[in-house]
């Protein structure tokens, strides 16, 4: 994390750009409450006086890491970022199955290494949350797909946001499904919980800031 904790300190402004699939892009589900890349906006923006920064956010519900990179040129390259948070793998678990994730793995790898390429920016991964038992074949194979995120990241050489262990952790207390709207889509408790993982990886968590107090039903 540390280049991308620079980027926090350095006096030029710096484009943040997330990507990622229906949980990244935030729409819907969230009942018109702020997505954790709007949350992480304010965090930054305003909370840490980074005013001039800018954050992007070219996410598409339904989209798998063959389209974002298929994509890339309109949904990262023209922005030149200086970091790209990617989170993806819920739909892909579907579209490969078990079969998929050497697929996955290989297509994640050559995007990641073209974004750097072309761009120069830091890359952050997200591994992504846990869902309902309403999520029929996502329940066995993202676990699947997790894992091989976390391999991409080790690869790569790419700082990781680990949220599943945390939602399997709140499945286990009673209390994800007041972090989720439908299925795998987080509501805007979710969000929150997502956002202040961010927060904390980052290094820029602050419980005296109104973005880190946002309440989550734990």
């Avoid at 300190?9 to 699939?21: H, I, K, N, S, T």
């Avoid at 965090?43 to 992007?56: P, S």
Wanted: neutral net charge.
């Amino acid at each position: 994390m540390a280049g991308i904790r620079a980027l926090l300190e350095q006096p030029e402004p710096v484009r943040w750009l997330f990507a990622g699939d229906s949980i990244t892009m935030g729409a819907k589900h969230t009942l018109g409450w702020r997505s954790y890349s709007e949350i992480f906006a304010e965090r930054v923006r305003w909370e840490l006086n980074r005013r001039r920064d800018i954050v992007f956010n070219t996410a598409v519900s339904g989209w798998t890491v063959a389209d974002l990179s298929a994509d890339v040129e309109w949904s990262v390259l023209q922005f030149k970022p200086h970091c790209v948070s990617i989170m993806l793998g819920m739909n892909d678990c579907t579209r490969g199955g078990a079969t998929g994730v050497d697929g996955f793995r290989d297509i994640y790898l050559a995007l990641i290494e073209r974004i750097r390429r072309e761009t120069g920016a830091h890359i952050l991964l997200h591994t992504p949350n846990w869902l309902l038992p309403t999520g029929g074949p996502r329940h066995e194979l993202l676990p699947l797909y997790a894992g091989a995120i976390r391999s991409i990241a080790i690869t790569a050489e790419a700082p990781l946001v680990d949220h599943l262990p945390e939602w399997l952790v709140a499945e286990e207390k009673g209390v994800m499904h007041h972090w989720i709207g439908h299925g795998c889509h987080p509501n805007e408790n979710g969000h929150r919980v997502l956002a202040h993982a961010l927060f904390r990886a980052l290094g820029v968590w602050d419980e005296s800031s109104w973005t880190c107090r946002l309440f989550i039903p734990r």
